[in-house]
């Protein structure tokens, strides 16, 4: 009787250690943005925050800066995650659903796009993005973060919409419905989860891409978060405090959003794994 | 049916990608010249510092307010990418107006054309130019930058911790082992390859302060026996821990700032930083305590970019930067380093910062961060030189060994 309590025990201790190397970095950097001058090289390490230290928080804020950085990661990741996902769905439909010639190949290359580095495609990207003016721009960056994102994107999907039984979409085209419509009223609703994990994947890409928008983001106000944080290290001297505030508030919406979508994420990235 | 099906398919597929199209180059920038005044960008790492940041940009608000014109808007770069971004941005034909580079990235700039030559855009014998960190401005006769700031590098010690400043090697060995309890530290240097650029700047000052070179200006001259004196004494501080290990610059010199470190080798701008960061830190600045009175100095020109299209402007912009008041007024915000023209420091800043007087005085036995006779290939060599220090501090090879791997690379690189 009493072994299944301390299986659950034990269990739910396992959960909390993971739990905690999870979310220790984030409350570091919470306690270290909230820790004083005096305190923050000492030889004991502060582990409660000091609250009293609060108006660094509203001290970056009230710069404007911060909030222009974060609205901008918002608008590059959001704008990522759909024009990836948009793409991506009848490029996975098309893999997973009809047969051309060359369809192994263009998987393959597919493949072969996400082992390039993106500092390896600077230079190239820089030059062509500077042809067609699009240097300096939310909208550069998220075609170029949607190019590099949309080839894992899109092997998810295929390999999702590859467990959907054709049957289904069969049914549909008896009942008259067009290749349109049944890929999005039939297919897109059935791998809801996968898209849910696509576009977590997406959205922390660009969330979190720094080479692109550093090179091709001139003006101040188009910077994200990411390059915002990037600036605040000075070649004498870094405001840590300010830092680990900008960087805990630059975290916390990536952390909202996978909460929100992240009970689809588990059996999305699953799906089409183990095909019948 | 079926065509008129695929046709409507293909027109809905193109108005999307349209949308999409005017989307996005409506996103597009459209700087330069709006209703007559033109805009420029000027770049420089120091506009991040928290202490030199906030007056620079002030000071560039000035020239904003000297007429209506042109206009300069800093360019926010961050400094750890700073020189890998700029270069980019530059060899695509784009990139700001002015920059202002250190060393290694301006001889590579102006190896590869990157940089506008300024000797019909600006008439330098208006101006009492410092003799000594101007020579490297000009490459065969053509003039590519102006010394936006000179920089000579010396030891920097918390006064409170340090009674009288060690004037020997080994008191400087010492002080730096009696310093080292608990949470404080007695030195603090870069050990990492992420902060490559540092790591040169901080070993350059070993090397040189043994009587090293880094090349006899025809030949790399990486493991000659003074060399790996020098680096020797650079990896003993190392092995004795008396430094915060892994720990990165900014890190450190906010530990200096806390009173948390005992001495640093670091650059008269590092004066301004250091207040902005603790107005209440007492600390004094001396000489290297090396065996020869030779240290790095970081010369940092401001140059135009040649993809400028308004070059004509950001003359105007470094003229206005070269008059005497605007000089004096840049040198009080750089801190303790110098500007590109002779400037007297006022009786008021030298009571304020005694210690003014030891950087100038170095001036005259101070170097650039870079490798005579192969000024372009700076950057590369460093790289090289970095890789193998930093292995043999990391214990994966023996110093020598190390510095004559990095001898070899080098030398291939160079050709």
Request: one cysteine or more.
């Given at each position: 009787?009493?072994?299944?309590?301390?299986?659950?025990?034990?269990?739910?201790?396992?959960?909390?250690?993971?739990?905690?190397?999870?979310?220790?970095?984030?409350?570091?950097?919470?306690?270290?943005?909230?820790?004083?001058?005096?305190?923050?090289?000492?030889?004991?390490?502060?582990?409660?925050?000091?609250?009293?230290?609060?108006?660094?928080?509203?001290?970056?804020?009230?710069?404007?800066?911060?909030?222009?950085?974060?609205?901008?990661?918002?608008?590059?990741?959001?704008?990522?995650?759909?024009?990836?996902?948009?793409?991506?769905?009848?490029?996975?439909?098309?893999?997973?659903?009809?047969?051309?010639?060359?369809?192994?190949?263009?998987?393959?290359?597919?493949?072969?796009?996400?082992?390039?580095?993106?500092?390896?495609?600077?230079?190239?990207?820089?030059?062509?993005?500077?042809?067609?003016?699009?240097?300096?721009?939310?909208?550069?960056?998220?075609?170029?973060?949607?190019?590099?994102?949309?080839?894992?994107?899109?092997?998810?999907?295929?390999?999702?919409?590859?467990?959907?039984?054709?049957?289904?979409?069969?049914?549909?085209?008896?009942?008259?419905?067009?290749?349109?419509?049944?890929?999005?009223?039939?297919?897109?609703?059935?791998?809801?989860?996968?898209?849910?994990?696509?576009?977590?994947?997406?959205?922390?890409?660009?969330?979190?891409?720094?080479?692109?928008?550093?090179?091709?983001?001139?003006?101040p106000?188009?910077?994200?978060?990411?390059?915002?944080?990037?600036?605040?290290?000075?070649?004498?001297?870094?405001?840590?405090?300010?830092?680990?505030?900008?960087?805990?508030?630059?975290?916390?919406?990536?952390?909202?959003?996978?909460?929100?979508?992240?009970?689809?994420?588990?059996?999305?990235?699953?799906?089409?794994?183990?095909?019948? | 049916?079926?065509?008129?099906?695929?046709?409507?398919?293909?027109?809905?597929?193109?108005?999307?990608?349209?949308?999409?199209?005017?989307?996005?180059?409506?996103?597009?920038?459209?700087?330069?010249?709006?209703?007559?005044?033109?805009?420029?960008t000027f770049a420089a790492?120091t506009l991040g510092?928290?202490?030199?940041g906030?007056?620079l940009t002030?000071w560039l608000e000035?020239?904003?307010?000297?007429?209506?014109?042109?206009?300069v808007s800093p360019a926010a770069v961050?400094?750890?990418?700073?020189?890998?971004?700029?270069?980019?941005?530059?060899?695509?034909?784009?990139?700001p107006?002015l920059?202002?580079?250190?060393?290694?990235?301006?001889?590579?700039?102006?190896?590869?054309?990157?940089?506008?030559?300024?000797?019909?855009?600006?008439?330098?014998?208006?101006?009492?130019?410092?003799?000594?960190?101007?020579?490297?401005?000009?490459?065969?006769?053509?003039?590519?930058?102006?010394?936006?700031?000179?920089?000579?590098?010396?030891?920097?010690?918390?006064?409170?911790?340090?009674?009288?400043?060690?004037?020997?090697?080994?008191?400087?060995?010492?002080?730096?082992?009696?310093?080292?309890?608990?949470?404080?530290?007695?030195?603090?240097?870069?050990?990492?390859?992420?902060?490559?650029?540092?790591?040169?700047?901080?070993?350059?000052?070993?090397?040189?302060?043994?009587?090293?070179?880094?090349?006899?200006?025809?030949?790399?001259?990486?493991?000659?026996?003074?060399?790996?004196?020098?680096?020797?004494?650079?990896?003993?501080?190392?092995?004795?821990?008396?430094?915060?290990?892994?720990?990165?610059?900014?890190?450190?010199?906010?530990?200096?700032?806390?009173?948390?470190?005992?001495?640093?080798?670091?650059?008269?701008?590092?004066?301004?930083?250091?207040?902005?960061?603790?107005?209440?830190?007492?600390?004094?600045?001396?000489?290297?305590?090396?065996?020869?009175?030779?240290?790095?100095?970081?010369?940092?020109?401001?140059?135009?970019?040649?993809?400028?299209?308004?070059?004509?402007?950001?003359?105007?912009?470094?003229?206005?930067?070269?008059?005497?008041?605007?000089?004096?007024?840049?040198?009080?915000?750089?801190?303790?380093?110098?500007?590109?023209?002779?400037?007297?420091?006022?009786?008021?800043?030298?009571?304020?910062?005694?210690?003014?007087?030891?950087?100038?005085?170095?001036?005259?036995?101070?170097?650039?961060?870079?490798?005579?006779?192969?000024?372009?290939?700076?950057?590369?060599?460093?790289?090289?030189?970095?890789?193998?220090?930093?292995?043999?501090?990391?214990?994966?090879?023996?110093?020598?060994?190390?510095?004559?791997?990095?001898?070899?690379?080098?030398?291939?690189?160079?050709?």
């Amino acid at each position: 009787m009493r072994l299944p309590h301390v299986g659950l025990t034990l269990r739910i201790i396992g959960v909390l250690l993971v739990l905690g190397v999870a979310v220790f970095p984030l409350y570091w950097m919470f306690v270290t943005a909230l820790t004083g001058d005096s305190e923050l090289f000492a030889s004991e390490a502060r582990l409660v925050p000091d609250f009293s230290q609060f108006g660094v928080f509203i001290d970056a804020l009230a710069e404007g800066k911060a909030t222009t950085w974060l609205l901008n990661s918002l608008v590059i990741a959001a704008g990522t995650t759909i024009l990836s996902i948009g793409l991506g769905i009848p490029l996975g439909y098309a893999l997973s659903r009809f047969s051309f010639r060359g369809k192994v190949i263009v998987t393959v290359v597919l493949l072969f796009t996400q082992m390039l580095p993106e500092a390896l495609m600077v230079v190239p990207l820089f030059a062509l993005f500077r042809r067609f003016d699009l240097l300096d721009s939310l909208g550069g960056l998220i075609l170029v973060n949607s190019a590099f994102v949309l080839p894992i994107v899109a092997l998810i999907l295929k390999g999702a919409i590859d467990g959907l039984p054709r049957e289904v979409e069969e049914s549909a085209r008896v009942d008259g419905a067009r290749p349109l419509t049944v890929l999005l009223r039939i297919n897109v609703p059935l791998i809801a989860p996968s898209l849910a994990a696509t576009a977590v994947i997406a959205f922390f890409h660009a969330w979190n891409e720094y080479v692109f928008a550093v090179t091709f983001v001139f003006t101040p106000g188009l910077q994200p978060a990411s390059v915002g944080i990037a600036n605040f290290i000075g070649e004498l001297g870094t405001p840590i405090q300010t830092v680990m505030a900008v960087s805990f508030m630059f975290t916390a919406p990536a952390v909202v959003f996978y909460l929100f979508v992240q009970k689809y994420v588990v059996a999305g990235m699953t799906a089409g794994a183990v095909k019948g | 049916m079926r065509l008129h099906r695929i046709r409507r398919s293909m027109v809905a597929a193109v108005s999307v990608t349209g949308m999409a199209a005017a989307l996005l180059a409506g996103c597009g920038s459209d700087g330069g010249s709006e209703g007559g005044v033109t805009k420029l960008t000027f770049a420089a790492s120091t506009l991040g510092d928290p202490g030199r940041g906030p007056l620079l940009t002030k000071w560039l608000e000035e020239f904003n307010k000297s007429q209506n014109k042109v206009q300069v808007s800093p360019a926010a770069v961050p400094y750890p990418t700073f020189g890998q971004t700029i270069l980019t941005q530059m060899g695509s034909g784009k990139g700001p107006d002015l920059i202002r580079f250190d060393m290694p990235e301006f001889e590579s700039a102006s190896d590869a054309g990157l940089i506008a030559p300024l000797n019909d855009l600006i008439d330098v014998s208006k101006y009492d130019l410092l003799k000594q960190p101007d020579q490297f401005m000009v490459h065969d006769g053509q003039r590519h930058g102006i010394i936006f700031e000179a920089s000579n590098y010396a030891m920097f010690y918390n006064a409170d911790l340090i009674k009288k400043a060690p004037t020997t090697y080994d008191e400087f060995v010492e002080t730096a082992k009696s310093l080292t309890k608990g949470d404080t530290y007695g030195l603090a240097f870069r050990q990492t390859e992420a902060e490559e650029a540092g790591v040169w700047q901080d070993i350059f000052n070993y090397v040189y302060g043994f009587g090293g070179a880094w090349s006899d200006g025809k030949q790399l001259t990486i493991n000659s026996p003074e060399n790996l004196k020098g680096l020797q004494a650079y990896k003993d501080l190392y092995d004795a821990k008396v430094i915060p290990r892994g720990t990165d610059a900014a890190t450190f010199r906010r530990m200096f700032a806390e009173g948390k470190v005992g001495m640093e080798l670091n650059n008269g701008g590092y004066v301004t930083a250091t207040r902005g960061q603790n107005a209440d830190l007492n600390f004094n600045v001396a000489p290297i305590p090396f065996p020869v009175r030779k240290q790095g100095t970081i010369l940092a020109p401001i140059v135009i970019n040649e993809a400028s299209p308004a070059k004509e402007e950001a003359a105007t912009f470094i003229k206005w930067a070269l008059e005497p008041a605007n000089q004096v007024k840049l040198q009080e915000i750089l801190g303790a380093s110098s500007v590109a023209t002779v400037t007297q420091r006022s009786p008021e800043k030298l009571k304020e910062t005694p210690f003014l007087t030891v950087f100038d005085d170095l001036t005259e036995s101070s170097l650039p961060q870079i490798v005579l006779g192969f000024e372009a290939k700076t950057p590369d060599i460093r790289k090289v030189v970095v890789k193998n220090v930093i292995a043999a501090l990391q214990g994966t090879v023996d110093l020598k060994t190390a510095l004559d791997n990095a001898q070899q690379e080098a030398s291939q690189l160079v050709g």
